[in-house]
């Protein structure tokens, strides 16, 4: 089974570029989420996706925009990248009362 | 804020060791307690999941507890194993739409 599947595996931008990362499910999981991993800093929500249809701000969404596609996809979406948003940003799904699945990761670089 | 501890940062052990493992959180109103091990380079593979209703759960090696009138979780790992070298995070579950409040991990090395 795929599980969760996060395109690129890495990036790298340049101050101003924009770019999207891709999620996809395979667990016909109804949430999904998208966390940023830095040193130091644990992982932090930035928007999740409590059902198709919807989207929320988790804890730092400043700079970022999502879009539930359809159930089984959830993209993020840079605008206008920053040295600050270098990090590792995670996807990942759940149903309601399960552990979250979580992808490989996307390493972005933006410099 | 919710916020989420694990001390140590770090922990080094020789293999046969029990882990004791620690994680603290700040508000009772948990709807879960999640514990997941990140392997270097790689996403999060959930280990176990406490209910808030429960007190403990159980997995082969592991058992993880829960005390939510001390804001504690602990996660027991017997008999470690190299293999069992990885970073361990909790995780705090809030009531809506399981939003995951994580805390910082604690890196395990289990020496041969």
């Known amino acids: 089974n795929a599980g969760v599947t996060q395109t690129p595996k890495f990036q790298v931008l340049k101050t101003g570029q924009s770019m999207t990362l891709q999620c996809a499910q395979d667990?016909?999981?109804?949430?999904m989420y998208w966390y940023r991993q830095d040193p130091g800093m644990g992982l932090r929500l930035i928007y999740y996706?409590?059902?198709?249809?919807?989207?929320d701000k988790g804890e730092v969404p400043n700079g970022y925009n999502v879009s539930r596609l359809n159930k089984r996809e959830f993209s993020l979406r840079l605008e206008s990248a920053a040295p600050s948003q270098t990090s590792v940003y995670f996807c990942a799904s759940s149903s309601r009362v399960q552990p979250q699945h979580f992808g490989d990761g996307t390493r972005l670089s933006i410099l | 804020k919710q916020e989420v501890t694990q001390i140590p940062a770090a922990l080094s052990v020789p293999e046969g060791e029990n882990l004791v493992l620690n994680c603290s959180f700040t508000d009772s109103a948990i709807y879960n307690l999640q514990w997941f091990r990140q392997d270097p380079g790689k996403g999060l593979t959930s280990l176990l999941l406490?209910?808030?209703?429960?007190r403990e759960q159980t997995s082969g090696r592991l058992n993880a507890s829960l005390d939510k009138s001390s804001g504690r979780s602990t996660l027991y790992i017997a008999a470690s194993q190299p293999g069992d070298s990885a970073t361990y995070l909790c995780?705090?579950?809030?009531?809506?739409?399981?939003?995951?409040?994580f805390g910082g991990g604690t890196r395990v090395l289990v020496k041969p």
């Open positions: 667990m016909n999981h109804n949430s």
């Open positions: 406490i209910q808030s209703s429960q």
């Open positions: 995780a705090r579950g809030g009531a809506a739409g399981n939003k995951l409040t």
């Open positions: 996706s409590a059902s198709e249809g919807t989207t």
